[in-house]
């Protein structure tokens, strides 16, 4: 059996549809009808990845996203009717991955969950990769640890909660301190090459992890933008 893939859609009959689509990949479905349902097996089954319909009864997709985004790493990958950016932006916010909006394909949605996965393998790759090689595999840019193996950021010692789109994008820089990145160049760090977001994503992330690891997030000192062409991670003067 693949990998675990929890569905929590509250249309009996589209979650059918879906679940039908994730065996027939080789997944094994694990398909709720509610947000409180998707938090308890959430706990209790340990889904590889996420897919969450925002307009769920009891609870919403974003509150379960927000409930469950401080125990797990897994993907997370939400539906919702609503296609405004404030939406997408406030999903990413809490931790989400990935967005769709219905009506959507579940060839697309199929499309998307695999891109997830292999994302996420790459990064759990990437971490054993740090934890076997030379080194402890802290990156480090002043008094920033980023811990690869541990996904873990410290900051003066103290740690600082970071979802993984956060994390992801806090490592590609923190790999190579005061070298610019382009937005396209740090989304593909996050989402991989066959990523459906926009580059906005970036700034969001980068405006979340102001607020976590700057002083001042309106004067920042360590996660610097460059005008025109990206941002950069630099140890303060």
């Known amino acids: 059996m693949g990998a675990r893939v929890l569905l929590a859609e509250d249309d009996v009959r589209q979650a059918e549809i879906v679940r039908r689509y994730l065996v027939r990949d080789g997944y094994e479905a694990i398909v709720v009808h509610d ?4 938090i308890d097996e959430a706990r209790r089954r340990r889904p590889d990845l996420l897919v969450l319909d ?16 401080g125990e797990s ?5 939400m539906l919702t009717a609503r296609a405004s950016e404030e939406d997408l932006l406030l999903a990413l916010d809490l931790g989400a991955d990935d967005y769709m909006t219905k009506p959507y394909s579940p060839r697309e949605l199929m499309a998307r969950v695999r891109a ?5 393998r790459r990064a759990a790759a990437a971490a054993a990769h740090a934890h076997d090689g030379d080194g402890d595999g802290v990156l480090r840019c002043g008094a920033l640890e ?6 873990r950021v410290r900051l003066d010692g103290r740690e600082v909660d970071c979802t993984p789109g956060e994390f992801q994008l806090l490592a590609t820089l923190a790999a190579e301190p005061d070298r610019v990145f382009t937005r396209g160049q740090l989304l593909t760090a996050i989402h991989g090459s066959d990523a459906w977001v926009t580059e906005r994503t970036v700034d969001v992330h980068v405006m979340n992890l102001r ?6 997030a309106r004067r920042p000192r360590l996660l610097l933008t460059v005008f025109g062409v990206g941002y950069k991670l630099t ?3």
Do not use: N
């Open 146 to 151: 980023v811990d690869a193996r541990r996904h």
């Open 211 to 216: 607020k976590k690891i700057e002083r001042d």
């Open 116 to 120: 997830l996965l292999r994302r996420a």
């Open 54 to 69: 925002v307009m769920m009864p009891r609870v919403d997709g974003l509150d379960v996203c927000r409930a469950l985004r």
């Open 73 to 77: 790493d897994a993907p997370m990958l």
């Open 35 to 38: 947000g409180r349902a998707a």
């Open 235 to 237: 140890e303060p003067s």
